[in-house]
């Protein structure tokens, strides 16, 4: 073959490539804007504006103790928060295939929703983005490969809705001041290290169980029936976040770094693993 032609054709391929990477991150963003739009359009204002300890009274003792130990008195109350995330995802199926990951994941506290976007790395030049969000009461998930092939689309059901509701939830330990009683909260003692916590959103409501560890902080957050996809279904399935690493941040102790799994019959199926790089909040007025 003659060089030039080759050379001509390799230039078209990887000009190809360049367009398909360039037209899916376009349409990824304008997905993305459109997400945050919706999320911005539910957002009601927080009451109180601040912490006061008069609102432990009657709560379970480990739950008071958390809150004494991640709050001062005064602590403006959450509106909204944005992380950015570094670590690993578990794309495997039937064994582990650790895949590094970056996002950046946008929370309101009330109403309750967030967005959670990212891309994760397959290979060179290879990545998926996926979208896992809670707007106004409905749960998505969608990825798309390179931002352009859609691979996964779920969205507007119960099941879904209830399972993106728990991951609001079981976060929460970034964004400390959603779980007091004011926001919504109900917490019920379960024993010396751990409280039952339930949230309602609109026909939604999750309950998942909180362990403290002997510092106060949260440790874990466990839930019996979180929604995990299945073949473009949704099986309910124990599942559970952990969390360690505490460091103050805007006056609040906060765990950096955590794992997530589901919780099979024949063991835990780690399937995140990250680390907070960046925290920027908005407290309430």
Known sequence: MNWMLLWIILTGLVGGVSAVVVFGNRRWRSATRQMYEKLSAGRR????????PAELAGLPEPVKRYFEAALEPGQPL??????AH???????EDRPQWKPFRSRQRVV???PGFVWDARIALGPGLSVRVHDAYLA???????????????LNMRSTPALAHGELLRFFAEAAWYPTALLPSQG???????????????MDGGTT????????PEGWIESVRAEDR???VKNEIVPTPWEGRWWNYETRNGMRLPIEGEVAWMLPDGPKPYWRGSITGLTYEFAE
């Open 86 to 92: 570094v670590g690993t995802f578990n794309t495997g």
């Open 206 to 213: 999750v309950t998942a169980r909180f362990r403290f560890n």
């Open 185 to 199: 909260v109900h917490w019920e003692p379960v024993d010396e290290t751990s409280a039952q916590a339930t949230l």
């Open 227 to 229: 929604g995990r996809a």
């Open 109 to 111: 506290v009330q109403r």
């Open 78 to 83: 959450i509106a909204a928060v944005e992380v």
């Open 137 to 151: 009461g409905e749960g998505i998930l969608s990825a798309s490969l390179l931002g352009w092939v859609t691979v």
């Open 45 to 52: 204002s927080v009451s109180p504006t601040s912490y006061d």
